[in-house]
């Protein structure tokens, strides 16, 4: 039966004065709380209780099937001075299905989905479902405690990206095949565990219309998406994976939305989320809006949405995409088609303020989570304190590094002496910012190749070339990100409508590259050389990095207290050294702990121990030797 109710509604007093005035300063950072659709009790009735921020209106409704869709059974009262609608309405339970109509200035009525619903209706439906009561209790405390009083910069952080719709399939027709999130939550941590990653970092969990948009067109920023469950299963994922010892990052997308009718864009039948000017309101390459960082209640909707995530969800980090786009005006864009900012400049003076009060606020809030940049330009300080001027994000992509390293690592070796810099020119710059070194899913698609088809050679070549990368990556100074399937040498492209290839992994060659990552990465957790000065020119020292001639490098990795310090050697070409003499900083031994043809020498086995003579290289004091096969790669450790 339809609901029906033609009087006049009177405040119902859940948003209070005081609520729309923060809301309006942008600084209700749990507005979440306040709109959308929650359960309440109202005259002593049950049901649910709407309010949907919509300023440019003549009027909204609230419709669903509890009403027959009806735009006339449930209208909404403004609330004084604030844009703000609002509705009681008794007798809804969880698991509806619920839009805001939405009649414009001009008399049009849109349907549009609720902006804070926090659960969505299954692609290609679009309505928003009024959330279930959360039940769930959490039992991660040990690992959010430890959290909160851990510098992650001085931290061990491997990350290992997913998308989870594609990184395994069950045999199954329902929901094409996707693995739930409780599903996925075991399969998955065992199988970081193994390997030695850190932390989970996830692709396009926030719900988006589009599969092939990867999650990064979002609709729906407060509702995880119902591809894999509901939200108090994605809250058991979470758990899960803190109980095994295992962080997640989510990809976050501040910096556009797409035109989706049901969506934000032209929210109230004007530009309302995005600007209204389309020289700064609109992505022209991606066909999306821009948020305007301007108004505040925009800046409030999407810094309460990190804060949601964070303190909701306990995720332990957000990577924010494309930062770089909303940092510049210009982005994208055509002489002409941009407008510059008040002092003339290209620099989008809201986006940064927006950056330092985001990032400021997470940290206020001391929960130990990480804020990431993905910024693909020199922009200055993006780690860096903003009360020193800086964006205050906690890390930032290595994108440059990354871009240099696989031009290098593509080339074939006999050019490569050629472009010795590309691998040292990351190493004049590793201290100016924080840095995650990434080889990300970007670099797997779009006739790009999958990492292993990036390497030159025959088919055997192709995997040692891509363990002296992975070697010569494990020692560089940055945290370190690999994208699924780059462990066991998935072949092709990766493509978001198939499982990985997981057979491969059974394969000789694919296995002992998986093996051989997995040693590298449990070595990196083990020794604090490799991440405690990430940051710091003691962490890092040269051997030579000017053995271009034979493709060379040699480096040390240094602990704070100078202790189980790793030299590292890789050859990057296919002529093997018999009897190459690396220059040491100090006499003494210094054991092998890992080789590109055994991989990590574990306990009970025979490590080589190569003894230091007196005798200068490479600038060095000391010397050792040691074979270096073809494409021949070691870590060695010192004290």
Same mark, same amino acid.
């Given at each position: 039966?339809? *609901?029906?109710?033609?009087?006049?509604?009177?405040?119902?007093?859940?948003?209070?004065?005081?609520?729309?005035?923060?809301?309006?300063?942008?600084?209700?950072?749990?507005?979440?709380?306040?709109?959308?659709?929650?359960?309440?009790?109202?005259?002593?009735?049950?049901?649910?209780?709407?309010?949907?921020?919509?300023?440019?209106?003549?009027?909204?409704?609230?419709?669903?099937?509890?009403?027959?869709?009806?735009?006339?059974?449930?209208?909404?009262?403004?609330?004084?001075?604030?844009?703000?609608?609002?509705?009681?309405?008794?007798?809804?339970?969880?698991?509806?299905?619920?839009?805001?109509?939405?009649?414009?200035?001009?008399?049009?009525?849109?349907?549009?989905?609720?902006?804070?619903?926090?659960?969505?209706?299954?692609?290609?439906?679009?309505?928003?479902?009024?959330?279930?009561?959360?039940?769930?209790?959490?039992?991660?405390?040990?690992?959010?405690?430890?959290?909160?009083?851990?510098?992650?910069?001085?931290?061990?952080?491997?990350?290992?990206?997913?998308?989870?719709?594609?990184?395994?399939?069950?045999?199954?027709?329902?929901?094409?095949?996707?693995?739930?999130?409780?599903?996925?939550?075991?399969?998955?941590?065992?199988?970081?565990?193994?390997?030695?990653?850190?932390?989970?970092?996830?692709?396009?969990?926030?719900?988006?219309?589009?599969?092939?948009?990867?999650?990064?067109?979002?609709?729906?920023?407060?509702?995880?998406?119902?591809?894999?469950?509901?939200?108090?299963?994605?809250?058991?994922? *979470?758990?899960?994976?803190?109980?095994?010892?295992?962080?997640?990052?989510?990809?976050? *997308?501040?910096?556009?939305?797409?035109?989706?009718?049901?969506?934000?864009?032209?929210?109230?039948?004007?530009?309302?989320?995005?600007?209204?000017?389309?020289?700064?309101?609109?992505?022209?390459?991606?066909?999306?809006?821009?948020?305007?960082?301007?108004?505040?209640?925009?800046?409030?909707?999407?810094?309460?949405?990190?804060?949601?995530?964070?303190?909701?969800?306990?995720?332990?980090?957000?990577?924010?995409?494309?930062?770089?786009?909303?940092?510049?005006?210009?982005?994208?864009?055509?002489?002409?088609?941009?407008?510059?900012?008040?002092?003339?400049?290209?620099?989008?003076?809201?986006?940064?303020?927006?950056?330092?009060?985001?990032?400021?606020?997470?940290?206020?809030?001391?929960?130990?989570?990480?804020?990431?940049?993905?910024?693909?330009?020199?922009?200055?300080?993006?780690?860096?304190?903003?009360?020193?001027?800086?964006?205050?994000?906690?890390?930032?992509?290595?994108?440059?590094?990354?871009?240099?390293?696989?031009?290098?690592?593509?080339?074939?070796?006999?050019?490569?002496?050629?472009?010795?810099?590309?691998?040292?020119?990351?190493?004049?710059?590793?201290?100016?910012?924080?840095?995650?070194?990434?080889?990300?899913?970007?670099?797997?698609?779009?006739?790009?190749?999958?990492?292993?088809?990036?390497?030159?050679?025959?088919?055997?070549?192709?995997?040692?070339?891509?363990?002296?990368?992975?070697?010569?990556?494990?020692?560089?100074?940055?945290?370190?990100?690999?994208?699924?399937?780059?462990?066991?040498?998935?072949?092709?492209?990766?493509?978001?409508?198939?499982?990985?290839?997981?057979?491969?992994?059974?394969?000789?060659?694919?296995?002992?590259?998986?093996?051989?990552?997995?040693?590298?990465?449990?070595?990196?957790?083990?020794?604090?050389?490799?991440?405690?000065?990430?940051?710091?020119?003691?962490?890092?020292?040269?051997?030579?990095?000017?053995?271009?001639?034979?493709?060379?490098?040699?480096?040390?990795?240094?602990?704070?207290?100078?202790?189980?310090?790793?030299?590292?050697?890789?050859?990057?070409?296919?002529?093997?050294?018999?009897?190459?003499?690396?220059?040491?900083?100090?006499?003494?031994?210094?054991?092998?702990?890992?080789?590109?043809?055994?991989?990590?020498?574990?306990?009970?086995?025979?490590?080589?121990?190569?003894?230091?003579?007196?005798?200068?290289?490479?600038?060095?004091?000391?010397? *050792?030797?040691?074979?270096?096969?073809?494409?021949?790669?070691?870590?060695?450790?010192?004290?």
């Amino acid at each position: 039966m339809a *609901v029906r109710d033609k009087k006049k509604q009177t405040e119902t007093g859940f948003i209070t004065a005081g609520d729309r005035y923060l809301f309006g300063e942008g600084t209700h950072y749990e507005i979440y709380n306040k709109l959308g659709a929650h359960p309440k009790t109202f005259d002593g009735k049950n049901g649910y209780y709407f309010a949907v921020w919509a300023p440019h209106a003549a009027s909204v409704s609230v419709v669903g099937d509890f009403n027959n869709w009806d735009p006339d059974a449930c209208p909404m009262q403004v609330l004084e001075t604030s844009g703000i609608y609002e509705r009681f309405i008794p007798g809804i339970k969880p698991g509806e299905l619920y839009k805001f109509a939405i009649t414009t200035q001009t008399g049009k009525v849109i349907f549009k989905a609720d902006p804070f619903a926090q659960y969505a209706e299954y692609r290609p439906g679009t309505a928003s479902i009024t959330a279930f009561n959360d039940s769930f209790r959490w039992s991660d405390s040990t690992w959010v405690q430890k959290r909160e009083s851990t510098n992650p910069r001085e931290a061990a952080i491997s990350i290992y990206e997913v998308h989870l719709g594609s990184w395994k399939k069950k045999n199954r027709p329902e929901k094409d095949g996707y693995y739930t999130y409780k599903e996925a939550a075991a399969e998955l941590a065992a199988y970081v565990k193994e390997m030695g990653y850190t932390h989970v970092e996830l692709m396009g969990i926030a719900e988006h219309p589009y599969d092939g948009s990867w999650g990064y067109q979002v609709t729906g920023y407060y509702a995880p998406t119902s591809r894999y469950g509901t939200p108090e299963e994605f809250k058991y994922f *979470v758990n899960y994976m803190h109980k095994k010892g295992i962080g997640v990052i989510l990809d976050w *997308v501040p910096a556009h939305f797409p035109r989706d009718a049901h969506g934000l864009a032209d929210f109230d039948g004007r530009a309302l989320f995005e600007y209204a000017d389309p020289r700064k309101g609109e992505h022209p390459d991606w066909g999306t809006k821009v948020f305007d960082y301007e108004k505040h209640e925009v800046s409030n909707f999407l810094i309460a949405n990190a804060l949601y995530w964070i303190e909701q969800f306990h995720v332990d980090g957000l990577r924010v995409d494309a930062v770089a786009s909303m940092l510049y005006l210009d982005y994208g864009r055509k002489d002409g088609e941009w407008v510059a900012n008040r002092y003339g400049g290209n620099q989008n003076l809201e986006a940064i303020e927006f950056f330092r009060h985001l990032n400021s606020i997470v940290a206020q809030r001391g929960h130990g989570a990480m804020v990431i940049a993905e910024e693909s330009t020199a922009w200055p300080l993006v780690t860096h304190d903003p009360k020193e001027g800086g964006l205050g994000f906690t890390f930032k992509w290595n994108m440059g590094w990354m871009h240099d390293f696989l031009e290098y690592m593509k080339l074939d070796p006999y050019f490569r002496k050629f472009n010795h810099h590309k691998m040292t020119f990351g190493l004049t710059y590793f201290n100016s910012e924080n840095f995650i070194l990434v080889l990300s899913h970007d670099e797997v698609v779009h006739l790009k190749c999958s990492m292993i088809n990036k390497m030159p050679g025959l088919f055997e070549d192709k995997f040692a070339n891509l363990k002296a990368g992975y070697t010569f990556m494990l020692g560089h100074p940055g945290k370190k990100l690999l994208f699924m399937g780059q462990d066991f040498g998935q072949l092709h492209e990766w493509d978001e409508k198939v499982s990985l290839d997981w057979h491969l992994a059974e394969e000789d060659l694919h296995k002992d590259l998986q093996s051989y990552v997995r040693d590298l990465l449990h070595i990196y957790q083990k020794h604090p050389a490799l991440y405690e000065s990430d940051d710091d020119w003691d962490g890092f020292s040269w051997i030579n990095a000017n053995d271009g001639d034979r493709s060379i490098y040699s480096f040390v990795r240094y602990a704070k207290n100078h202790k189980k310090s790793l030299l590292f050697v890789c050859n990057f070409t296919p002529v093997a050294r018999p009897d190459y003499r690396v220059g040491v900083p100090k006499r003494g031994n210094y054991t092998v702990i890992l080789d590109n043809e055994h991989g990590a020498y574990k306990t009970g086995e025979k490590a080589p121990v190569l003894k230091a003579v007196k005798s200068e290289c490479d600038g060095q004091p000391y010397s *050792v030797s040691l074979p270096l096969p073809a494409y021949g790669t070691a870590i060695l450790r010192f004290s």
